[in-house]
């Protein structure tokens, strides 16, 4: 099965960009998806199949993928946006594998 | 409004069963895979077990296979996870969540609807 590591804790000011990266252990890589989790709250996906944004999710948010590692960018920072991020993906059996988290504090 | 209402989380003993509930509103629920995650208290969110649409096939996290049971009754709109040799390190809140799609219906395997959870605590 996969391993998903992210960084516990980014930092960053309002309007600023932050990036969040997660990377896959072992190779290949599956496709990623990426939660927001806001405290008391369940988690709702901001990307689905590394980069596609499902309709609501605003435009400030978005995924990428080079090799074994894929990045949530969020540009201009909002203070709502101070949540809890997590990637996730899946193998062909269907085993799916969260990372650890990232927490995101706007400054 | 697409939903999902998970049920009958609660205080029990180490070694005692639980058995939680999720049902589904708003959405044709015998198309789509659902699966369950949860999350320990402080901690992240860790996948538990995933069941097809038809039922016919599942699939369970190494922390729970042996002990756990993930079944479904499309007929009623509802999911059931059997809990049993349950241990303190089950405390979380359990999600249930409806396997998500993409702009065609194609499915994959994430979660685009969630549930607000049910807490299951495992002490004496």
């Known amino acids: 099965s996969y391993e998903l590591t992210q960084p516990p804790s980014v930092s960053v000011s309002p309007g600023q960009t932050a990036r969040i990266t997660c990377s896959a252990d072992?190779?290949?890589?599956?496709?990623a998806f990426w939660y927001q989790q806001r405290p008391g709250q369940s988690p709702v996906v901001l990307i689905y199949?590394?980069?596609e944004r499902p309709s609501g999710i605003p435009e400030r948010f978005s995924g990428s993928s080079s090799g074994t590692t894929v990045t949530l960018t969020i540009s201009g920072v909002q203070a709502e946006d101070e949540a809890d991020y997590y990637c996730?993906?899946?193998?062909?059996?269907?085993?799916?594998?969260f990372g650890g988290g990232t927490k995101l504090t706007v400054l | 409004e697409l939903q999902l209402v998970e049920s009958g989380g609660g205080l029990v003993q180490p070694g005692r069963s639980l058995r939680l509930s999720c049902a589904a509103f708003?959405?044709?629920?015998?198309?789509?895979?659902i699966h369950w995650v949860r999350q320990a208290p402080g901690k992240g969110l860790e996948w538990v077990s995933s069941?097809?649409?038809?039922?016919?096939?599942?699939v369970y996290a190494g922390s729970v296979q042996g002990r756990f049971t993930l079944s479904r009754d499309n007929a009623k709109n509802s999911l059931y996870l059997q809990m049993n040799s349950l241990r303190t390190e089950d405390t979380a809140v359990y999600f249930c969540a409806k396997q998500g799609t993409n702009s065609w219906g194609d499915q994959f395997y994430y979660m685009d609807v969630w549930g607000t959870g049910t807490t299951v605590t495992v002490s004496s």
């Open positions: 996730q993906t899946a193998d062909r059996t269907g085993t799916i594998v």
């Open positions: 199949k590394d980069t």
């Open positions: 069941i097809s649409w038809s039922g016919g096939s599942t």
């Open positions: 708003g959405f044709t629920f015998d198309d789509y895979a």
């Open positions: 072992p190779l290949p890589k599956q496709y």
